[in-house]
């Protein structure tokens, strides 16, 4: 079976009724978890996105929390799971100062962590590929913003 694309997906559920749609929705998030989290994130999450950037923020305290320090395979498995999911909701957002401030959190998150992430060359590898994700995102940003932001990596870069 080949998939339509976007544009006659567009056209078609344009044609659909609201209950139709409502019910083609339910059936989709039936099948996959983040499925049902996106549908989430679009109902009752994305009109408050400071709220949204919150709760990330505090589900991203617990899992770095939970962290192994004392062995090292364990930490990095546990910080690429944190890096996956924290990924997943800027996906979800689709909002490049989301994705800046959160990953400004990650790696501010990693830098507290007593992790010495420095030592080991896929750690270090990581925090730098984010680093340089942050920066990407920041440029496209307003001129106002991307001085904010700039600030608060100045100190994740040394």
């Known amino acids: 079976m080949k ?6 997906l567009k056209r078609e559920i344009a044609g659909l009724s ?5 019910e083609v929705c339910i059936r989709i998030a039936k099948y996959k978890k983040e499925n049902k989290e996106l ?6 999450e994305a009109d408050d996105q400071k709220e949204y950037i919150k ?3 505090e589900d991203m305290d617990l899992q770095f929390g939970e962290i192994n320090t004392r062995n090292t395979y364990q930490s990095a498995k546990s910080l690429r ?5 924290v990924n997943k909701y800027i996906r979800f957002a689709g909002n490049k100062q989301t994705e ?5 959190y990650y790696c501010q998150k990693l830098n507290d962590s007593g992790i010495r992430f420095r030592k080991y060359t896929q750690l270090l590898n990581l925090y730098e590929r984010q680093l340089q994700k942050i920066l990407k995102a920041i440029s496209s940003l307003h001129e106002d913003l991307q001085y904010d932001y700039t600030k ?4 994740l870069m040394e």
């Not at 609201?18 to 409502?22: K, M, R, S, T």
């Open 39 to 44: 549908l989430t994130y679009l109902l009752f």
């Open 18 to 22: 609201p209950q139709d749609l409502a």
């Open 152 to 155: 608060a990596i100045e100190g």
């Open 100 to 104: 800046a401030e959160l990953l400004i």
């Open 81 to 85: 799971k944190i890096l996956r999911s």
């Open 55 to 57: 709760s990330v923020k």
């Open 3 to 8: 998939a339509a694309t976007i544009t006659e």
